[in-house]
């Protein structure tokens, strides 16, 4: 599954979410409230697009659906992926010139020149990846969305296990979930088929790493031990 991680700044003005094992296609399958349209600030994927200020743009469900497909089709292509998305079309055209130069300064430095949320966008998300799944920095406007976008995408590990029959999260995973999660989680989802089916989750405490790479590394010669491990048969 990946790394997990939530850190807040001291304002409380935003929400930093830095994970790695969830790539695009998973952010928008699992979180909670529908992107409705996207800005984009990087983008290396080649899908006809339209665009406005010379960013492109993907308004509405039928086209954000379309660019979908397409990172699908391409899930090996590597490179920045950077959106923000927005709440209205027309609202693009309140952009001034402050904001484009705060939108440009996030995709370069993967980071909010001043707030990450914008006024005139009204956007619930800034997300900035690196090579699709292997890191993400996502901002968003509420704090437990991340987490059940996390809970979301542990439900469809979990029943594309069971050959997509539905399985319950138990109650005991959730909350670890949650509690481990803000201390910095990495999970393992290991699957093995003997007579029956057996899926065992393993959650492991990190600490708050900002960097996948440094995370890695830093376990490169270190056993760890699962902080919370549930098997399922």
Known sequence: MGFFSVSKNFLLTKILTVFSGIGFVDFIEC????????LLMKSDYFWNSRDYLKFEIAEGKEEIDRLTRVIREEKFKHGDFSFVDYADAGLLSRLNDDNIAELL???HMIKPLRSPFFDVLQNNFVY??????WCCN???????????MLLNRLRKVINEAYCD????????LIEATHELSLKGLLINADI?????KTLTI???EVGGYENIDVLFDSFDDKE???SYELRLT
């Open 138 to 148: 996502l901002y968003c406007r509420e704090h437990k969305m991340p987490i059940e």
């Open 202 to 204: 393993s959650f492991y």
């Open 224 to 226: 760890l031990s699962p």
């Open 31 to 38: 979180i909670p409230i529908a992107v409705e349209n996207m």
């Open 105 to 107: 300064y996030l995709a």
């Open 128 to 133: 900035l990846s690196h090579d699709d799944d």
């Open 192 to 196: 093995s088929v003997q007579r029956k």
């Open 165 to 172: 029959d539905t399985v319950s999260l138990p109650e005991e």
